[in-house]
């Protein structure tokens, strides 16, 4: 190959990776994005698009909104301010100190009025606790233990890995297969029911089966990577799964999420306490978060 | 032969470099978050970002990543906030049209959108919303997060490890 021929091939090459980067780059919002729906290397994106994985953050939201509508449809919400303020601010930190801190608007917390023991992440950051889960805790770092493994299935994206493989390619296509801004009605009628389906999907897992195994373990892990990062003990979650597996039969009838999964609460305990083995140091438990989970949780008990 | 060889390394380098600056390009994936003055989740706001914002990286500590944006601003930003900017050099040879991020496509307002949920909202008129917007409100102001870090001496104030 001639000289010059490299040279010609070098230039085309650089060109290539620096348009492919710069020119879909969409800098002020919303205001570039017909253009870029327009184009032909949006098409192609679409294309490359084919599992749970590629599901975008806005997507992910708008999933996890009308998961969220789902689960409240089945829960009332309890309506005390304060205790909401606090689980959200337990919460908060612990998700500072996430893997995943930041999700398309963010992770917020709601109280379920409801006596069984159960707490719910819906994709996206929506995450539900009820409040005979509350009164089973008896301090900050089993609660902020909860929520930390809430916290992990949202960071590991475990609701939308419920989503059926088939479902999701359908909807990739159909997204892929128009170049518009916006859907025509037949487009949007189809989409409409493949959304539908994944809802479907995810609710069936989250609320009536309970996640397998392996996710749950993991969310265990993530639980304890988490809260310890955090400054949170995470025997909290150990205690609290002790106090559940302690549990009279009888009484876990009332106990759904937590105990539906494959995993026996023994074989999570186990799993845990070898993990927390694991840690070098602990954080220390606090008085001072003793007192205020007293003081938010005492109408509860 | 040993004309050719400085040509190879002008190739390389050529290479090289776009794909590292490309690499070093990121896109705001998130509706709204800040740049920060510290790699630090409760550092003070430099500067509000948004979805569809482009920037430039200019180090990086942790999963946290210093970034400038057009205007020279600089902050830091947790990484799950961002999109690294892709190149896939192997499907170069398809063109450029296999150079768009998956993020790109939503932010083109395609995908599963408002529009897909009003239309689903229509069909499940029993289904509310009501309260997954109050849930969106429900927002702890950064004095507060602090305050309650402090006070529980947590994260960067006690016992973190």
């Not at chain 1, 023991?117 to 301090?139: E, H, M, Q, S, Y």
């Not at chain 1, 479907?200 to 392996?214: N, V």
């Not at chain 2, 083109?108 to 917007?133: H, T």
């Amino acid at each position: 190959m001639k000289a010059r021929e490299l040279i010609v091939i070098a230039v085309v090459l650089a060109l290539l990776v620096l348009i492919g980067s710069g020119c879909s780059v969409i800098q002020k919002g919303t205001e570039a994005v017909s253009k870029v729906a327009s184009s032909p290397v949006t098409k192609a994106a679409v294309a490359l698009r084919n599992s749970f994985a590629d599901i975008t953050e806005e997507e992910e939201y708008y999933i996890g909104r009308s998961v969220a509508a789902l689960i409240l449809s089945k829960y009332d919400v309890y309506q005390n301010e304060p205790l909401t303020q606090y689980v959200n601010k337990v919460g908060s930190s612990v998700v500072a100190y996430s893997d995943r801190p930041e999700t398309f608007a963010g992770y917020h917390f709601l109280v379920l009025n409801a006596n069984e023991v159960n707490a719910l992440a819906a994709p996206g950051g929506f995450i539900f606790i009820t409040k005979g889960l509350l009164a089973k805790c008896r301090d900050e770092e089993m609660l902020a233990s909860v929520l930390a493994h809430e916290v992990g299935h949202v960071a590991s994206k475990h609701g939308l890995k419920a989503i059926k493989k088939s479902r999701l390619v359908d909807a990739f296509k159909m997204i892929g297969s128009d170049v518009a801004a916006r859907y025509t009605p037949a487009e949007l009628s189809q989409l409409t029911e493949v959304f539908e389906g994944a809802l479907g999907d995810i609710a069936e897992q989250l609320i009536e089966k309970g996640y397998d195994r392996k996710l749950e373990y993991e969310a265990d892990e993530l639980s304890v990577k988490f809260a310890t990062a955090t400054g949170y003990n995470p025997s909290g979650l150990t205690r609290f799964l002790d106090a559940l597996a302690k549990a009279e039969p009888a009484k876990k009838e009332g106990v759904k999420g937590w105990f539906q999964t494959h995993p026996q609460p023994q074989d999570r305990l186990d799993k845990v306490k070898a993990e927390i083995e694991d840690l070098k140091t602990l954080p220390e438990e606090s008085k001072s978060r003793a007192q205020r989970f007293k003081q938010a949780t005492s109408g509860l008990k | 032969m040993r004309k050719k060889t400085p040509i190879v390394i002008l190739l390389t380098c050529l290479i090289v470099t776009a794909i590292l600056w490309a690499a070093d390009t990121y896109i705001v994936r998130v509706k709204t978050s800040s740049l920060r003055s510290s790699p630090k989740f409760y550092a003070s706001t430099v500067l509000a970002i948004k979805a569809g914002d482009r920037l430039e990286k200019v180090a990086s500590e942790g999963d946290w990543i210093q970034v400038k944006n057009a205007a020279g601003a600089t902050g830091w930003v947790h990484k799950s906030a961002l999109e690294p900017k892709k190149f896939n050099l192997l499907a170069a040879p398809k063109g450029l049209q296999s150079q768009a991020t998956a993020d790109e496509v939503a932010l083109a307002s395609k995908g599963f959108n408002k529009q897909v949920e009003d239309s689903y909202r229509s069909k499940n008129k029993g289904i509310s919303f009501v309260w997954v917007d109050k849930m969106l409100l429900i927002k702890i102001p950064l004095n507060q997060a602090v305050a309650f870090l402090k006070e529980g001496k947590l994260g960067d104030f006690g016992g973190a490890k």
